[in-house]
């Protein structure tokens, strides 16, 4: 991946953010992604976002990233990712995932 696309990418990233914090569409994306995606492929998504939002939350290597950091990681990652299954997810449904999961963590610790 070129240095440009991936600030492309990180850009994208950060002005959907934006737009989820003013809109609040973070909270369960799932019948938005079913649009245009099947079951199985809105399943895959979200577990593989989970398993990297939790990664980048929990391992010691990026305790010390700041969370925008984290998050720019995290589209890099995902992006790759759902490549390598074939899927193509747009930078916000990305984002969208991503913000989903951060909830679904932040719940869960605070239980």
């Known amino acids: 991946m070129e240095l440009e696309t991936v600030v492309r990418f990180i850009a994208l990233a950060l002005v959907a953010g934006l ?20 079951a199985q492929e809105i ?5 593989t976002t989970m398993m990297v939002v939790s990664t980048l939350k929990q391992s010691p290597l990026y305790e010390n990233l700041n969370p925008e950091k984290k998050k720019e990681l995290a589209v890099i990652w995902l992006v790759e990712q759902f490549h390598n299954y074939g899927l193509t997810f747009s930078v916000e449904d990305i984002d969208k995932l991503i913000e989903e999961a951060v909830s679904i963590i932040k719940e869960a610790h605070n239980d």
Do not use: C, H, P
């Open 43 to 47: 399943e895959i998504a979200k577990e």
């Open 19 to 38: 737009g989820l914090l003013f809109f609040g569409l973070a909270r369960n994306i799932t019948s938005y992604l079913s649009l245009r995606f099947t």
